[in-house]
C-alpha cells in the first residue's frame, strides 16, 4: 500500500521534473545524480578512496562552509529584530533574549557558530598545509584560501560590535586604535600622513569615536560587504578544487 | 603514476550520505550548545567606563597579549599583514616537490616544523591572552582569584640604538648567512631570492618569542629607539 | 614630442586604443576615488565640543599638594566629557582621561593618587604624566578658557599634548 504510493508519487510528472533521477542503483544513475543536481554539481562524480577518510581530509572545510551556511540563515533571522542604532542595539540584544520566542537560542547559535567557524577554518588551513595541497597545481587556491581567513576574521570582528555591550565596545576600541596606529595611513602611527579625520581609523568608524556611524558602518560590512565577498572567494575556491585537480591528494 | 593507483568511489550515496549526517551532527551540536550556554552581553556600552580587563575575541587575544611585548602599531598592524603575506606566499617559496597532497613529515622536515612553530605559538599566545590575563592585564594563574593584588612590573629599560642596530643586524645577518656557510643545502634547494625571503620570514617569526623572552628575562622594552618608531 | 614622430609613430588604430583604454582607465579611476571620497563624511554629529565646567572658585585648592604639586583632581565632568580637572598651586587645566596607549578610560584613584588603566595597566601621576604600562606619553589635556561669563570653557576640539603644555591656552592661571 505504501509501497504502491510511493511508486506513484515518485513515478509522477511532477516529481520527475524535479528530481530526474531516481535510487536505482546503477551506476549510471549513480553518475547522473551528482550530474544533474545543482547543489550536488559541487562534487565531482566519483572521488578517490581516500577522499572518504576523515582521517585524511579532516571534513574542516566542508563544515566550515556549512557554518557559514548557519551563520548566514541565523542571522537573516536575528535582522529581523535588530536595529544598528546605538540606543536600540542593546535593548535588541535583551529583546532577543527575554521576548521572543527562541530569539536566544538564535543568537546563541549564531554566535557559537561564529566561533566554530573561527577554529574549523584554521584546522582547515594546517590539514592543507600537512597534506601539502598547496603545491602546485593548487598554489593560487591555497592564496584564496587565506583570503578567506581574513575575511572570516574580519566577519567576526564586525559582528563584535553589534551587541553594543562593555565586552564589544572596548574590545572594538582596542583594535580600532591599534589601526589608527599604523604605519603611514593611521594619524598616530610612525610616518604618518594623515590627521584623526582621514586615516584609517576614521574610514571605518565613519568617525572620531565609536558612536552611531561607527555601527552601521560595521553593521553593513558584517550583512552585505563581506558576506557577499566570501561567497565570490568561496565560489572561486569550490572551482578551483575541481579545476585544479580534484580534492587533495597526489598527483 | 600515483593517481591511477587510488581507487575512485562514487559521490553518490556514500560521500553525500556522510555529509548529510555531518550536518544533521553539527546541527544538533550547535542547538544543543546554543541552548546550554548564552552567548555573552555584559552591561550597555558605556564610553567614560573601560571594562577592567578588556579583552578582544579568543582569536585576537594572541595579538592582544603581544601588545604587552609591542607597540599598538607593530602587534595590531605589522604582525598580522606580515603573517597574512607570509601565508600567501608559502605556495611559492616553497619549492620542495615532495609531498604534494599527502601526509609527509620526512620530506619536508624544515616547512612543517617551521608552520607549526607559529601555529603553536599563535595558539600560546592566545591560551595565555585569554585565560592568564587578569585585571590590568596581569598574570593570573587559573586558580588564582583575580580579587589578589598584584605588584606592578618591574622598572623596564631599552637598549641604547647603536647596541640595537648591530643587535638586530647580526640577528638576521647570521640567521641569513649562517645556514649556507655551515653547507645546510637549503640555500640551494630555495635559490637566492626565495631563500632570504624564506629566512626573513623565519627569523620574523622567532623573533616574536625572543622579543617576548629578552623582556621576561631582561626587562627590555625596547631593542631598537629611533625618533620615529621602536622596536 | 615633434610632429614628425607623432605622424610616424601612431597610427589610427593605435591613437584610438590609447583613447579608449586612457578614458576607460580614468573614468575607472574616478569612480574608485569618489567611492573613496563617499566613506569620509564632510560634517559629523558628535557632541558639542566645548562645555562650561563651572566658576574658577568652585575648584579652589585644598590644604596640601601632593608629591607632584597637584591639589586636587576634580572628577565632576569624567563620566560625561571625559575630563578631569586638575588644580595646581596657581593653574587649573583639564586632563583628557583616555590612555594614549589604545585609548581606554583611566580610573582614578584618589587614595593613591594614581590614574590606572584598566585595559593594559597603564599608570600616570594626579598630573596624568604616566610613569609604569605601555602608555608612550602623558594623558593629552584640552584648551582652557574663561568665557565671558566668568566661568570656566573647555574646549575638547584642542587637544595639547605633553610637548605643549606650556602653551597658551593649555593651561589656566587662577
Known amino acids: 500500500m505504501i509501497e504502491k504510493f510511493w511508486n506513484k508519487l515518485t513515478g509522477s510528472q511532477l516529481c520527475k521534473?524535479?528530481?530526474?533521477?531516481?535510487?536505482?542503483?546503477?551506476?549510471?544513475?549513480?553518475?547522473?545524480?551528482?550530474?544533474?543536481?545543482?547543489?550536488?554539481?559541487?562534487?565531482?562524480?566519483?572521488?578517490?578512496?581516500?577522499?572518504?577518510?576523515?582521517?585524511?581530509?579532516?571534513?574542516?572545510?566542508?563544515?566550515?562552509?556549512?557554518?557559514?551556511?548557519?551563520?548566514?540563515?541565523?542571522?537573516?533571522?536575528?535582522?529581523?529584530?535588530?536595529?544598528?542604532?546605538?540606543?536600540?542595539?542593546?535593548?535588541?540584544?535583551?529583546?532577543?533574549?527575554?521576548?521572543?520566542?527562541?530569539?536566544?537560542?538564535?543568537?546563541?547559535?549564531?554566535?557559537?557558530?561564529?566561533?566554530?567557524?573561527?577554529?574549523?577554518?584554521?584546522?582547515?588551513?594546517?590539514?592543507?598545509?600537512?597534506?601539502?595541497?598547496?603545491?602546485?597545481?593548487?598554489?593560487?587556491?591555497?592564496?584564496?584560501?587565506?583570503?578567506?581567513?581574513?575575511?572570516?576574521?574580519?566577519?567576526?570582528?564586525?559582528?563584535?560590535?553589534?551587541?553594543?555591550?562593555?565586552?564589544?565596545?572596548?574590545?572594538?576600541?582596542?583594535?580600532?586604535?591599534?589601526?589608527?596606529?599604523?604605519?603611514?595611513?593611521?594619524?598616530?602611527?610612525?610616518?604618518?600622513?594623515?590627521?584623526?579625520?582621514?586615516?584609517?581609523?576614521?574610514?571605518?568608524?565613519?568617525?572620531?569615536?565609536?558612536?552611531?556611524?561607527?555601527?552601521?558602518?560595521?553593521?553593513?560590512?558584517?550583512?552585505?560587504?563581506?558576506?557577499?565577498?566570501?561567497?565570490?572567494?568561496?565560489?572561486?575556491?569550490?572551482?578551483?578544487?575541481?579545476?585544479?585537480?580534484?580534492?587533495?591528494?597526489?598527483? | 603514476m600515483e593517481r591511477s593507483k587510488s581507487k575512485k568511489h562514487f559521490v553518490w550515496p556514500d560521500l553525500a550520505f556522510k555529509e548529510f549526517l555531518t550536518i544533521i551532527a553539527l546541527t544538533i551540536i550547535l542547538i544543543i550548545w546554543g541552548l546550554l550556554m548564552n552567548a555573552p552581553l555584559r552591561e550597555m556600552a558605556a564610553p567614560e567606563r573601560s571594562e577592567n580587563p578588556s579583552k578582544a575575541p579568543w582569536y585576537f587575544a594572541g595579538l592582544q597579549e603581544l601588545l604587552v611585548y609591542f607597540d599598538p602599531w607593530i602587534a595590531g598592524v605589522m604582525i598580522p599583514v606580515i603573517i597574512a603575506a607570509g601565508l600567501i606566499i608559502i605556495p611559492y617559496i616553497d619549492t620542495n616537490p615532495n609531498g604534494r597532497g599527502s601526509y609527509t613529515f620526512s620530506l619536508r622536515r624544515f616547512a612543517v616544523i617551521n608552520f607549526l612553530f607559529g601555529f603553536l605559538l599563535w595558539w600560546g599566545l592566545i591560551f595565555i591572552g585569554y585565560f592568564l590575563r587578569g585585571p590590568n592585564w596581569q598574570l593570573y594563574l587559573p586558580w588564582e582569584s583575580w580579587g589578589t593584588v598584584k605588584e606592578t612590573e618591574n622598572y623596564l629599560w631599552s637598549l641604547s640604538p647603536a647596541i640595537g642596530l648591530v643587535c638586530i643586524a647580526v640577528y638576521f645577518g647570521a640567521g641569513i648567512l649562517l645556514p649556507p656557510l655551515m653547507s645546510i643545502d637549503l640555500y640551494l634547494l630555495y635559490g637566492s631570492l626565495r631563500y632570504v625571503i624564506v629566512m626573513t620570514l623565519i627569523l620574523l617569526m622567532y623573533a616574536v618569542p625572543l622579543k617576548i623572552f629578552l623582556r621576561l628575562a631582561f626587562n627590555i622594552k625596547y631593542v631598537l629607539v629611533t625618533s620615529w618608531f621602536n622596536l | 614630442m615633434t610632429e614628425h614622430s607623432l605622424n610616424s609613430n601612431v597610427t589610427r588604430r593605435g591613437f584610438l586604443r590609447i583613447i579608449g583604454w586612457g578614458s576607460f582607465f580614468v573614468t575607472l579611476g574616478i569612480l574608485i576615488g569618489g567611492t573613496m571620497r563617499f566613506l569620509f563624511p564632510r560634517v559629523l554629529f558628535e557632541r558639542p565640543s566645548t562645555f562650561k565646567a563651572g566658576f574658577p572658585h568652585e575648584f579652589d585648592r585644598k590644604d596640601r599638594a601632593d608629591e607632584n604639586g597637584v591639589f586636587e583632581v576634580y572628577e565632576k565632568w569624567k563620566d560625561e566629557h571625559s575630563a578631569c580637572l586638575v588644580r595646581e598651586k596657581n593653574r587649573i587645566y583639564a586632563v583628557h582621561v583616555k590612555c594614549t596607549h589604545l585609548g581606554c578610560t583611566p580610573n582614578w584613584f584618589a587614595d593613591d593618587r594614581i590614574f590606572k588603566c584598566p585595559c593594559h595597566g597603564s599608570q600616570f601621576h594626579s598630573n596624568g604624566v604616566n610613569f609604569a604600562g605601555p602608555a608612550p606619553r602623558p594623558l593629552d589635556r584640552f584648551g582652557i578658557s574663561i568665557a565671558d561669563d566668568g566661568m570656566i570653557v573647555v574646549d575638547k576640539s584642542r587637544v595639547y599634548t605633553s610637548k605643549d603644555f606650556d602653551k597658551r591656552g593649555a593651561y589656566l592661571n587662577v
Open chain 1, 17 to 251: 521534473s524535479i528530481f530526474r533521477h531516481g535510487y536505482e542503483d546503477t551506476t549510471r544513475n549513480r553518475a547522473l545524480q551528482v550530474r544533474s543536481n545543482v547543489f550536488l554539481h559541487l562534487h565531482p562524480v566519483s572521488v578517490p578512496e581516500h577522499a572518504f577518510k576523515i582521517r585524511f581530509t579532516w571534513c574542516m572545510g566542508g563544515i566550515t562552509f556549512f557554518l557559514f551556511l548557519v551563520e548566514a540563515f541565523t542571522g537573516v533571522f536575528l535582522m529581523f529584530y535588530y536595529h544598528p542604532i546605538p540606543e536600540f542595539a542593546y535593548h535588541d540584544m535583551k529583546y532577543l533574549e527575554f521576548d521572543i520566542p527562541f530569539g536566544i537560542i538564535l543568537r546563541n547559535i549564531h554566535r557559537w557558530a561564529a566561533h566554530l567557524m573561527v577554529f574549523t577554518i584554521i584546522l582547515h588551513m594546517l590539514r592543507v598545509f600537512l597534506t601539502g595541497s598547496y603545491k602546485p597545481p593548487r598554489e593560487f587556491n591555497w592564496v584564496v584560501g587565506v583570503v578567506l581567513i581574513v575575511l572570516t576574521f574580519l566577519l567576526s570582528f564586525t559582528g563584535y560590535l553589534l551587541p553594543w555591550d562593555q565586552l564589544s565596545y572596548w574590545a572594538i576600541t582596542v583594535a580600532t586604535n591599534m589601526m589608527g596606529a599604523a604605519p603611514f595611513i593611521g594619524h598616530e602611527g610612525p610616518f604618518s600622513v594623515v590627521n584623526k579625520y582621514n586615516d584609517i581609523r576614521f574610514v571605518v568608524l565613519g568617525s572620531t569615536e565609536i558612536g552611531t556611524n561607527a555601527l552601521l558602518r560595521f553593521y553593513v560590512m558584517h550583512i552585505i560587504v563581506l558576506p557577499a565577498a566570501a561567497i565570490i572567494f568561496m565560489a572561486v575556491h569550490f572551482w578551483r578544487i575541481r579545476k585544479d585537480g580534484g580534492i587533495s591528494g597526489p598527483l
